[in-house]
């Protein structure tokens, strides 16, 4: 790239690490307003240079996706799948859950919180979008990873330029990762996140048979809210009482559920020293209805080892769990990805950001839908409303004891 951008900036020799007398930082500045004054000039009439401008835009472009300092990426703005991205991201990313980068939906590697920012730049188009796009940066927590755990990164994302087709260049600066000396779970930390759970119908921003609805549309294997109810309910003393409750009290079979579901989560750490995620579900009348419970089901249990198992020639679809490498005291924050296995890739349908802390359980979920051709995001809530059940706990203890032995 040295020798091929053109110098616009003062040199600084002092500083200066390259062979035309600039630093990295006048490298990067001299860039893009190269490649931002290629794209300003007027193409109506050929001109006798122009295969040349190609070649030397082309020899740019592979300029920047070569480079392992200065971190390049280029993308669809539509839907954000990555078209090109430079050497030193393709290294960063590396141990993405997906296996690839390009392809990929690069909102996928951003926290879900911070998503719509950049589903919001999909509606640039045309030469005034574009000028709008060009002249601001726009600053996200992206998600890397190691073989096991991720990590948030600030990331500010520099336009630097819009192609006709809609695939845009950026310049990407990354804040450098975290040094960090990871210490072992806090077993006394762990009971107190573990406990039970009701869902916050007000806080929330959807249903779950609503999420449901999407999902299974992207994944069939999907075992969402209803079948869980479902399982419950085949219990026929269960199912008696809770149609018994729904008539005498006019309400709908599934709300009347949602506002009697709990969910027991328990954190362990197995053998090797990983956090492991066991939830169990029931349902419950409040006391003022009758005081029933039903017997807690086990729901799943996941171990957050990130990459550690290779499920890809096992399995046509499965789910992967990281865990954050430097959370806040009580908290638990991870990052789940449920993948399937496409053809000679990976695809993502669906992913979470899960914090728990001692309020209670938020999880942020992200995905594409393809029948409304657009990204779409929900937002759930569980509050905590008791400790975790002592028999239950004691139980998932001694059964992860029994296997660690």
């Known amino acids: 790239l040295d020798a091929r951008v053109p110098i616009s900036s003062g040199l600084n020799q002092l500083r200066s690490s390259l062979a035309s007398g600039r630093t990295v930082e006048q490298l990067m500045g001299d860039l893009v307003k190269y490649v931002r004054s290629l794209k300003q000039e007027h193409c109506d009439v050929p001109e006798p240079n122009t295969d040349s401008r190609n070649v030397a835009d082309e020899l740019i472009r592979s300029g920047m996706l070569s480079s392992r300092t200065i971190l390049f990426l280029s993308v669809s703005l539509s839907d954000w799948k990555v078209t090109g991205a430079s050497t030193g991201l393709k290294e960063i990313l590396k141990d993405n859950p997906f296996k690839q980068l390009e ?51 600030r990331c500010t994302l520099v336009p630097i330029s819009v192609h006709d087709y809609g695939v845009v260049l950026f310049n990407l600066l990354l804040d450098p990762a975290a040094s960090y000396i990871p210490e072992p779970l806090n077993v006394a930390v762990l009971k107190q996140l573990s406990g039970i759970y009701a869902f916050d119908e007000i806080r929330s921003s959807t249903l779950p048979w609503d999420l449901d609805a999407k999902i299974e549309r992207l994944d069939q294997d999907h075992f969402g809210f209803i079948p869980m109810i479902g399982a419950l309910l085949h219990c026929p003393q269960t199912r008696k009482i809770v149609q018994e409750m729904s008539s005498k009290f006019g309400m709908q079979l599934s709300r009347l559920a949602l506002r009697m579901f709990q969910l027991h989560l328990s954190f362990l750490v197995n053998e090797e020293g990983f956090l492991v995620m066991s939830k169990h579900v029931r349902l419950k009348l409040p006391s003022y209805m009758g005081n029933f419970q039903s017997m807690w089901q086990k729901h799943e249990q996941s171990s957050i080892d990130g990459n550690k198992e290779d499920l890809w020639l096992r399995k046509e679809a499965w789910n992967r769990f990281y865990q954050h490498k430097n959370t806040r005291n009580l908290e638990i924050h991870l990052s789940k990805f449920s993948l399937r296995r496409d053809g000679g890739s990976v695809r993502c349908s669906n992913s979470e950001s899960i914090l728990v802390n001692q309020e209670g359980i938020t999880i942020w979920s992200e995905f594409w839908d393809e029948s409304q051709a657009k990204f779409a995001d929900v937002v759930q809530y569980f509050s905590k409303v008791a400790g975790t059940d002592d028999m239950l706990y004691s139980t998932e203890l001694n059964c992860n004891r029994s296997v660690r032995r």
């Open 103 to 153: 392809g990929r939906r690069f909102i996928d590697f951003v926290h879900p919180r911070d998503a719509l920012k950049l589903r919001c730049l999909s509606s640039f188009h045309g030469s005034e979008g574009s000028s709008s796009l060009l002249n601001t940066s726009y600053e996200v927590y992206i998600r890397t990873f190691d073989s096991e755990s991720f990590e948030c990164r």
